[in-house]
Structures are given as C-alpha cells and as structure tokens.
C-alpha cells in the first residue's frame, strides 16, 4: 500500500515517516517527528516538537502531541514526547512535552487506549495496556503502571503514582497514589475493594487474588498500618510477589509528602 499523505495535510520534509503510514486531511507534522511504521494518523492532527512516535498506532481527528508543556517554567527546551506501538488515541487528546524538571521526556508505552479528550500533561510516563476513558486529566509527573484502568472524568494530581492492574473509578480525585490491585473511588479517591475482576482476567492465581484480599482488610478496613500488615502476611508464608509488590509500593508512597511518594523529587520552580 506504501504511504499516503492527504493532499492538505502539511508535512515539514525534514520529519521521517516510515512505510505504511497513513496521514490525513489538514494534518500538521513538524520537523522533528518520527512517525513509525503502519501508523495511520486521522484528520486535524497536530504532531509538532520532538516527538518520536512508534509502529501501529492510530491517532484520531483533533489530537494535539507534542506542544509545549502548561508549565510557567518552561524556556524552550528541546523536550520531548515518546509514544511507543499499538496505541489507539482517540479524538481531541492532548500529550504535552516534558520539562527539565526530570528526564525532559512524556512517554506513553504500547498497547494503550486513550479515550476521547484524554489530556496527558508533561513528563507523565504511562505503561503498557492502559484504558483512560473520556476526558480523563493526568497532571504533570504523573506515572501509571500497566494494566491500570481510568474511568470517565478522573483527575490526577501532579505527581500522583498508579500502582499496576488498579482501578480508578469515575469522576474520582486522585491526590495520593493509588496502590497496585486495588479499586478506588472518590474524592478524594481511596481503596474501596481489590480489583478481582481484573486480576481475574488478566490470568492471576486464585492465591494471589486471595493474599491480597487479605492485606486489603488490615489496611483498609482494620487500619493496623502498613508495618504491622505486612508482618502478620509475610509471616504466614509463601511470601506472593504480588504482596511485595504491593509493600513496597507503600514503603515509596510514605516516603515522599502529600501521599504522593514522588512528590519529594519536586524541584523548584
């Protein structure tokens, strides 16, 4: 098929698109924009700044990538936006470049589905296999793991962390991370329930749904603190890894302020 460029599309000659791409109507690629194989982009899409996108991906109408961050702080720098294979981004998603306040990079892994009017806000590093539903908002710095789930409407503090296979229900507040496997809703947003249904699906043994289901009731629901928690899991034995994930999780969480592990690494603005 080899690629096609719509008539009114403007493409800067100095971007590199590989073979297979498909760019729609009034579509605009600036110089610095890698475009990898088998990507189609559709209509009114703007792809400008240093923005290095990968292999399959489908960007719908009106999506806006790589512009500068919404950061008063910002001064030009070359920053940029890495988006990697499989991704679906739907109609009127925003993904703003990085700052120099960490690595200069907002990065978005494979296999991800953004839903219509998703803003991803710089420097915010996303997994692989994530779902955010309509107009979903990820402040600056925000990390989520894979799997994760966010409903319609979430908004997510800067800094924040999104432990993986969790689920963030609609509407909900996100002002402190949100621990791995778990449910939660509000706002602000807290663990209500272990995400069995997804941990189901996606193959996790019964023991592991089980263990967690455990921890759940003396952190949440007995409140015997994360020391006193783990001690009495652990003690028990075999040790799951999906416990040790889920404790050291915490473990970063209390260490940073606001409940947000990495807001400590903060830098002035």
Request: with cysteine; glycine share 12%.
């Amino acid at each position: 098929m080899g690629t096609q460029i719509a008539q009114t599309a403007v493409i800067d000659p100095r971007a590199k698109l590989g073979s297979n791409v498909q760019i729609g109507h009034f579509c605009i690629v600036g110089p610095d924009v890698t475009i990898g194989d088998d990507t189609r982009v559709e209509n009114h899409v703007v792809l400008s700044g240093v923005t290095r996108i990968g292999e399959d991906n489908r960007i719908f109408s009106g999506c806006v990538i790589g512009t500068d961050p919404q950061d008063t702080s910002y001064n030009d720098t070359p920053t940029c936006v890495e988006i990697g294979h499989g991704n679906t981004i739907r109609e009127h998603c925003t993904i703003n470049r990085g700052t120099e306040k960490e690595d200069g990079i907002t990065r978005v892994g494979d296999n991800n589905y953004l839903m219509t009017g998703t803003h991803v806000a710089h420097d915010c590093k996303l997994g692989d296999r994530i779902v955010i539903a309509n107009n979903a908002m990820l402040g600056g710095h925000v990390h989520i793991g894979n799997d994760v789930t966010l409903a319609g409407g979430v908004g997510v503090n800067h800094f924040a962390s999104i432990g993986q296979m969790s689920f963030v229900s609609a509407m909900s507040r996100v002002l402190h991370d949100v621990p791995p496997f778990m449910i939660v809703d509000g706002q602000p947003a807290k663990p209500r329930a272990v995400n069995s249904v997804g941990l189901k699906r996606h193959d996790y043994p019964v023991d592991d749904i089980k263990s967690l289901s455990e921890a759940y009731k003396l952190l949440y629901r007995s409140r015997v603190g994360a020391a006193a928690a783990k001690a009495e899991l652990f003690s028990k034995g075999p040790i799951r890894p999906v416990l040790v994930h889920l404790f050291d999780f915490l473990d970063h969480a209390s260490g940073g302020s606001h409940g947000r592990g990495r807001h400590n690494r903060k830098k002035a603005a």
